[in-house]
């Protein structure tokens, strides 16, 4: 099989069926054998019904139907361990990745011989609000991260069998799929386009969704939460041998030093740089606890094909 596309689908009844049609009309136009790999996420609405229900008119759809909801990142990994394609599309369910651009990952893949194609988003569709946040995020998360990182690259691009099985090698609990995308090497490339807003339906990230997700991002490709910590720590030092030297100095010179204004700002820094080191380390070990209790990404429910 040359290609497959895995859509991680949540409650997403009221797009899935155009959804559906026009990945299907891309892949029959592209002329080479496919298959579409569909992954329900624990939906609580039709969402299911609808998938078995084009099942009928299209056999190349493979349903994957999860115990519960166990989030965008672990449907994904489901959806790429049941993806059998030379090359696999990963796209989201919102038609906010237009499917249109498959025949285009898929010739710039063939043509450049590599292994990862990312689609960039030009311009988004959705809020201003939205935008905002998640361009405030990717200019941290490049700046921070250890590795090279692709700004306004969500989850849509194409990934040669050889990317597939690097991404697969991983294990963690706290994904991003971007981040380990890039992680893995390999040659690059990527292609431009316009995210549109989602036309039906509401957005399942919510700004809680997207502030966790962007926490698991920084906090697995990157070492600043913790050098923050350490700077943190070194300017309160800092602070402490200058009021040792103000205090030296005003005793020599007769100046009365501050009274207990500054004895409370002094007590108050501290105290907030010490409950800043607790809450960076607390969420370290939390991150380490997940990962030794080494649950399952996700469960299956049932696999139609």
């Avoid at 696999?88 to 025949?103: F, H, K, S, T």
């Avoid at 905002?132 to 490049?142: C, D, G, P, T």
């Avoid at 339906?201 to 991002?217: E, H, P, R, T, V």
Wanted: charged letters at 20%; glycine letters at 6%.
């Amino acid at each position: 099989m040359k290609l497959s596309v895995v859509i991680p689908l949540y409650n997403e009844s009221a797009v899935v069926k155009l959804l559906l049609a026009k990945v299907h009309q891309n892949l029959v136009d592209i002329g080479e054998a496919f298959e579409m790999v569909c992954v329900d996420d624990g939906s609580n609405d039709d969402t299911l019904d609808q998938l078995l229900e084009i099942r009928a008119a299209y056999q190349e759809l493979k349903v994957i139907c999860l115990s519960r909801n166990f989030g965008l990142q672990a449907a994904i990994v489901a959806g790429l361990e049941h993806a059998h394609g030379e090359y696999v599309v990963v796209m989201d369910g919102d038609l906010q990745d237009p499917p249109e651009l498959i025949a285009t990952l898929f010739q710039k893949i063939q043509k450049s011989k590599g292994d990862v194609v990312s689609a960039v988003r030009n311009d988004r569709g959705e809020k201003r609000a939205k935008r905002f946040y998640i361009r405030v995020f990717h200019k941290i998360f490049k700046s921070v991260s250890e590795e090279k990182q692709l700004e306004q690259a969500g989850n849509f691009c194409i990934l040669s069998r050889r990317a597939v099985t690097a991404i697969l090698k991983f294990t963690e609990q706290n994904r991003y799929f971007p981040g380990i995308r890039n992680f893995i090497g390999f040659q690059h490339d990527s292609v431009f386009y316009d995210r549109p807003n989602r036309t039906e339906g509401i957005s399942k990230m919510s700004n809680k969704k997207l502030f966790a997700l962007a926490a698991d991002a920084i906090y697995s490709f990157s070492k600043w939460p913790i050098k923050l910590c350490l700077y943190l720590g070194l300017s309160g030092v800092v602070v402490f041998l200058l009021a040792i030297v103000y205090t030296l100095v005003s005793k020599f010179t007769g100046l009365a030093p501050f009274g207990w204004s500054s004895t409370f700002l002094a007590i108050s820094f501290f105290g907030s740089v010490q409950l800043t080191f607790l809450g960076v380390i607390g969420e370290y070990i939390y991150r380490i606890y997940k990962e030794v209790q080494n649950r399952p990404v996700y469960l299956i429910k049932e696999v139609y094909e």
